[in-house]
Each structure stands twice: as structure tokens, then as C-alpha cells.
């Protein structure tokens, strides 16, 4: 209950500093911890959300690209208590498709994550190899009726984690 609560508190704060719908804002704060970013930076830098909305995302809710590190860090959030084998596979495409394809789909993409592949795409050009992290945020627990699925997912794909 009190994890609720303050939970729902910032998120609260969130929606009115960047005027977003509740699982904007979920997104935003779901992503700051596992970057160690404020919620101004991961709106600004590392969110998919353009004019406060997730159209032509390419299925990712968050990018960020380290060159210090050369390492790619790649969410997606659902502010929902359940995680089901299709929404992480649908992850896993929409990854795949936008940074290992080049996006070969030629699905429409927003500004942001048009400019994170034309980014990742010159620094890969240039010879460096890119470490990619791939985090499935839920807004759910963990427990014994997903937990074949997490394991599933997490030991097909070493870049792949899933965390509640």
C-alpha cells in the first residue's frame, strides 16, 4: 500500500510537470531509476513520446544511447499488472526490426526514434560495436504464473530483461 502510494505520487507530479496521460508518465518513471536520470531528463532524452503522445514509436517506449559507453539501452513500459509471451515478443520484433533491420518494415516513425536509428546507425558505420540492453518494465509483480514466461524470454535473449 505504501509503495502505492508513493509510486502514485510522483507519477502524479509527472503528468502535471510534462502534461501526460497516466501511462506516459508511468513510462517516464519507470525508466529514470535504470538510468539514473531525473524525470526532466528521461522526457527529454531518452522518452519516445512526441507532443506528449506515443505515436510511431516503433513499440519502444524509451531509448538511450551511451557513446561513452557504447551501449544502447532500450524500454518498453506497460503500466499494467500482467506480462503476457505476446507483448514481449512484439518487444522483441519491433526491436529487431527498427535497429537490427534498419527498419526494413518501413513503419512510420516519430522524430525521436527516427533520429536514436539514424544515431545508432552512424556509430555502428563507424566500426564501433554497440552493447544493447533490452528492459520490459511492467507495472505488476512478479510471481509463480509469469514467472515461466520472464525465464523463458530472459534465457532465449541474453540482452533481454523484464523487471515489475
Known sequence: MNK?????????????????????????????????????????????????????????????????????HVFQIKNKNTIGDNDIHKFLRDYENIFVTGNNSAIPLNKRVQAALDQYTSIVKSGKVIETSLYYIFNGEKSSINENIINRHEQSNPHLRIFD
Do not use: C, H, W
Request: charged fraction near 30%; avoid cysteine.
Open 4 to 72: 502505492t502510494l508513493f509510486f502514485d505520487g510522483f507519477i502524479e507530479r509527472i503528468k502535471t510537470q510534462f502534461n501526460l496521460e497516466q501511462n506516459y508518465a508511468f513510462e517516464i518513471f519507470a525508466i529514470a531509476p535504470f538510468l539514473e536520470m531525473t524525470f526532466s531528463e528521461v522526457f527529454d532524452d531518452v522518452s519516445t513520446l512526441v507532443d506528449g503522445k506515443g505515436n510511431n514509436d516503433g513499440g519502444l517506449d524509451g531509448i538511450y544511447l551511451d557513446q561513452e559507453e557504447n551501449k544502447e
